[in-house]
């Protein structure tokens, strides 16, 4: 008997109670319904895998329920809209309807012990109110509805009607898979209890003959919808055979730049720039992240007066070569428990990698979908150092969060051995190292302050990332302050994000470094920076977005102490651009960049970077 229920229950609740009223009257309300859906062009999705063989309900495993969407391949298995119903032969019309096809791996297995499993669990008896021993109890069903005698008929014959806590019944929703199988489940269930009892008047011929005409009725549609399943399963098994891996999904970036600088004398030229970055993301569990990233470009910086490299953009950042093919980042998350996330880099990591930055619309964590520039993301203090180590945040509920990390270079400056070299002034604890520790108050909804202070021993550049010689922000003298010996680098910064609803953001930070000489004289030197910018999302139409940007990048406070030949020029940094998106790959993103008194020097000619990006995700 449940398999003739299934088979002509694939439309709606409304059917639902028309075919469990099991009366004549209940098929003419079925017809009734069909006749009215079809009028009115609203498709219901009955979201349960289906076996092809047997035409019965499976029910969803419980990795399907708490993850559905998780990104691994093992789990993303392909899901299509693979039914449609068509005009019926012998009634009227019936309602559109469509069926989303799950992986039926569970295909063998007894589905009605399954809904009573989920339905032990309480997956879906905590949003009812219970038996309605009066169609009357229902707040939103009227005499004139439609399936009012179907409804009618299953609460005074069979009782096995519930309703939602708020006394309705909400006939006109689409089920989920959970709601139509503890629903139907409960009918059966009460229609061999009153026939185990052996109650009169019930599963009479004329019941029987009712639901048989109305599987005939549905023939072709179900006919339809085992063929087409079938050939999902077909190609299911197809890809399963060919897939890359079970565990791993492939994700990239593609970035063309047109970019040229004006202004400055050392004759920079128009550019074609372009940078790849490839990552294999790899699940275990389904929880942690193993993230392997293979990167090419060729995209390297202007020249600017003063030997700085202000104003230098995310696609420059890491990519000073041919389009030679590198690894860009290895690295690996997990959490423990439910409020701490470990983040461990073998190679490349950095400190915004599992620290908040406090800056929303504008951090791409250096992609080509946010700032042009690497100063325009975020606050400069998260690129002192960079490389090897461990990282760790954890959230005391939604409201405040502590990050720590300690990151080994991985470069080979001035005798200094990365991270991976066992030898004197090398390892993970005797060479450069970046130290950080941030509290983070609000989770971005609508604000979120971070405040951090790192400590760091460099040979090289302050905010070199960690990888020695490539780009960095600010000028010179804050990079390389004293070039000849080693720096103790003590740094305090703040960083901000206010949104003003769904679409407008605003970020400011600010960051001040205490560097002291190790060796030689004993200098120390004071660098400062800090910036506002504007965000605004979907503006003139969605997915894109409008960014402005004002602030000084990294710069020697007090050059005459430290007896540095420069003067207490700031360099001033100005951007805008807006990201037009043309589809959900494709993104186009013009834009400027003007840098006042480069080299922080008001004798330097100022620049103005124009820019023309396009970034391909995949």
Known sequence: MSKILWNSLLLSPAILGAVLAGSASATTVAAQ???TQASQPQAVQVQAPVSPSAGVLVAPTASQEVAPEFSTAAQAQPSTLVAQTATQATAAPAAPASVEAAPAAESNTDSLSQINRYSREGRVSNNSIGQVTSVSQLSDVQPTDWAFQALQSLVERYGCIAGYPDGTYKGNRAMTRYEFAAGLNACLDRVNELIAAGTTGLATKEDLATLQKLQE???????TLRGRVDALEARTTELEKNQFSTTTKLAGEVIFAVTDEFGQPTNNETVFQDRVRLAF???FSGKDLLVTRLD???ANTFTLQGGGTEGF???NFGNTGGNDIKLGWLAYYFPIGDNLQIYIPAYAGLHYDYAPTASSFLENFDGGNGALSYFGQRNPIYAIGGGTGIGATYKFGNFLS???????DNSDLGGFGGANVPADK????DGSYAALGQVTLGSGEPFQVALTYINAYRQGAIFDTGFGGLPAPGTTFANYLFTASPTEV???GASGTLKLGKKLAINGFFSFLDVDERVGNFKNGEVWTYGVSLGLADFGMKGSLLGLVAGVEPYLGNPNEVQVAADNSVPLHFEAFYKFKMNEYISITPGVIYIINPGQDNNNDDAFIGTLRTTFTF
């Open 33 to 35: 319904a069909a006749s």
């Open 217 to 223: 009725e549905f023939a072709a549609e179900l006919a």
């Open 281 to 283: 993301n790899t699940s």
């Open 296 to 298: 090419a470009g060729n």
């Open 313 to 315: 953009q995310t696609f």
């Open 402 to 408: 502590f990050s720590a990390g300690y990151l080994a």
């Open 426 to 429: 090398g390892g993970l604890f």
């Open 490 to 492: 003590n740094a305090f």
